[in-house]
Every structure is written in structure tokens, then in C-alpha cells.
Nanobody, 130 residues
Framework: QVQLVESGGGLVQPGGSLRLSCAGS????????IGWIRQAPGKEREGVAY????????HYADSVKGRITISRDNAKNTVYLRMNNLKTEDTAVYHC???????????????????????WGQGTQVTVSS
């Protein structure tokens, strides 16, 4: 089955850390740019970070720079999102997506609808609360 599966979400206190995983099955993640997109209740989707398929460059939303790191492990066909110093405003469902063309710095603030990506995961809940 061709799919993306996220894991690693949970409840964490402000200032805490989490590592989210995005595992690909049925296709090779390295052939795609992989991004993380989050959606909080009552808010629009927001691009968080992406890692380019062409040169491996990483890109981050201003709201998470310095706190979040995206990385690949091609041997495991998995992309990770390491999140440190979490804030209550980071609470959201985090989805990973795979696409060859959609990700860009300009698109970060206004990500495409889920059905426009080549692959879209079901999401993992991150809740930051004391």
C-alpha cells in the first residue's frame, strides 16, 4: 500500500521536545520533497518545514526557526521533525506530505489543499499544555 504514516505526537509540557516521524511505504521518499504542515483547531493550515528532493536543503516557517529541525533517513525511508522548546501555539495536527513540485518558500504560509500533494499522511496530534 502506497502511503505516508506519521507517528510520534503526544502531550508535552511547554518547553518540552518531541520527534515526529513520517514513514513512507510503497514508494521512495527520497524521490520527493517532503514537508510538514500543521493545522490547529479553528485555524488555517500552516507549512512548518520541508526538505528538498533536489539538494537536501531545509526550509522553515519563521514561527519555528531555531526550534525545529527536519531531516531524512533514506535507509529507513523516513523523514523526521525534531521539535524543541515547544510552545502552546505549536498545538496542532501535524501532517507530512510528499510532492515533487509544490513546496516553496512562498508556499509555506499558504500550503496547497491536501488533495494536491502526491501523498498526504493522516496526521499526528501534538498537544503542548501544562
Amino acid at each position: 500500500q502506497v502511503q505516508l504514516v506519521e507517528s510520534g505526537g503526544g502531550l508535552v509540557q511547554p518547553g518540552g521536545s518531541l520527534r515526529l516521524s513520517c514513514a513512507g511505504s510503497g514508494f521512495t521518499l527520497d524521490d520527493y520533497t517532503i514537508g510538514w504542515i500543521r493545522q490547529a483547531p479553528g485555524k488555517e493550515r500552516e507549512g512548518v518545514a520541508y526538505i528538498s528532493r533536489t539538494d537536501g536543503s531545509t526550509h522553515y516557517a519563521d514561527s519555528v526557526k531555531g526550534r525545529i529541525t527536519i531531516s531524512r533517513d533514506n535507509a529507513k525511508n523516513t523523514v523526521y521533525l525534531r521539535m524543541n522548546n515547544l510552545k502552546t501555539e505549536d498545538t496542532a495536527v501535524y501532517h507530512c506530505a510528499a510532492d515533487r513540485w509544490l513546496f516553496s518558500e512562498a508556499q509555506m504560509a499558504y500550503p496547497a489543499p491536501p488533495n494536491e500533494y502526491d501523498y498526504w499522511g493522516q496526521g499526528t496530534q501534538v498537544t503542548v499544555s501544562s
